[in-house]
Each structure stands twice: as C-alpha cells, then as structure tokens.
T-cell receptor
C-alpha cells in the first residue's frame, strides 16, 4: 500500500512568486492534515480536512495560504505571494479515523525555500 | 501548546534499551498517549499509542503509569537508525484532532 506522497520534494522560489504543494493521502483516508516546520521551530499544525471539507483551519498563518481538497482525494496548498518567512518544510498527513485506528501517517515533506 | 514535557536530549548505547520518559500530568480521561519520531529530513513516523494499559508492537513498548500522569517509551534494542527526535503527544480518544508537537527528545544512539 502506498504511503502519503508529497510533491515536489523541494522547491526554491523567489519572494512574491506563487507555489503550489500537493499531497496524496493514503487511499481511503478521510482525514488529511497539513503541518509546517520552520527552521529551528516546532512542527506546527496548519489545517485539517475531513473528506473535502475544512474541519479546522486555525493554524493557517494568513490569507496568503490557500488549501483545497477537491473531491476528497488529494490536496493542494498554495502560497501566494510567497514571503521569506514561509520557508520551511511542509508535511502532509492522513488518517483513517475509524474507531481506534486514528494514527496519522506522514509524507516525506516538501522543503520550500523562498529567496 | 503541547501538554507534555520531555527531556531535550538523551544518549543510548547501541544494543541497549532506550527508555524515553514523558510527563503528561494534566492528561484527561479521554486522551490517549501517542508517540511519534522524526528521523532527520524525513516525515514524522508513528510508533505506538495507548490509553491506560501497557502496549507493545514491533517497534516499541509503551508503559503508562497507573495514574496516567507519565509514560515511558522503550526501544528494547536501540540501533543507530533509531537516532531521531521522539515526540510524546496526548490526543483525544476516537477523535481526529490534530497532533500538537512539542520540542520532543533528541535521542542519540551511540556505537
């Protein structure tokens, strides 16, 4: 069974440009989460989808970040326009969410560098 | 904010058991204890979770005190590949609330 897949693995963009990160969760997982780790800081929650609906987006830093999950399958996280402080590693995770099988599985992350 | 407290770092000799403590004195009756780890440059990896009974799987054992205010993750025979940051996280039972990561414990396994 394939795990959580993220694209691209690395991205280097200039300040002011737009970047779109993609996450393919494990098949059948209704829950999808985005997290971010800025250098030297802890891993921080950004938002949570249940199927195609945003369950919790309290961690989104500002309106330059837009997440979508059309059809309840893969998700995208767009940063527009990117700022220097957006640099970091963006992780996606998914979970089945049935009964006690609530453990979340993470992708390898997308390392975003804004220059 | 994370509801757990962990030592910032620990060392363990290769082949020996690594015992990683976690304090969660404010844990609620409906919260599980989860453990994840992050090996350098990889995504966090699920290890184990438990409510009140001790748990064991192919990766580790989880010992939870009777009052549930603390727990210990045990890696029975640590290898160099177990060098990572280990996170202890409390999370509501049956829910799918986001994981709240603290600073974790950086475990260094030494040859």
């Amino acid at each position: 069974e394939a795990g959580v897949t993220q694209f691209p693995s690395h991205s280097v963009i200039e300040k002011g440009q737009t970047v779109t990160l993609r996450c393919d969760p494990i098949s059948g997982h209704d829950n999808l989460y985005w997290y971010r780790r800025v250098m030297g800081k802890e891993i921080k929650f950004l938002l949570h989808f249940v199927k195609e609906s945003k369950q919790d987006e309290s961690g989104m830093p500002n309106n330059r970040f837009l997440a979508e999950r059309t059809g309840g399958t893969y998700s995208t996280l767009k940063v527009q326009p990117a700022e220097l402080e957006d640099s970091g590693v963006y992780f996606c995770a998914s979970s089945q969410g049935l009964g006690v099988r609530t453990e979340a599985f993470f992708g390898q992350g997308t390392r975003l560098t804004v220059v | 904010d994370a509801k757990t407290t962990q030592p910032p770092s620990m060392d363990c000799a290769e082949g020996r058991a690594a015992n990683l403590p976690c304090n969660h004195s404010t844990i609620s009756g409906n919260e599980y204890v989860y453990w994840y780890r992050q090996i350098h440059s990889q995504g966090p990896q699920y290890i184990i979770h438990g409510l009140k009974n001790n748990e064991t799987n192919e990766m580790a054992s989880l010992i939870i005190t009777e009052d549930r205010k603390s727990s210990t993750l045990i890696l029975p025979h640590a290898t160099l590949r177990d060098t990572a940051v280990y996170y202890c996280i409390v999370r509501v039972v049956g829910g799918n609330t986001p994981l709240v990561f603290g600073k974790g414990t950086r475990l260094s396994v030494i040859a």
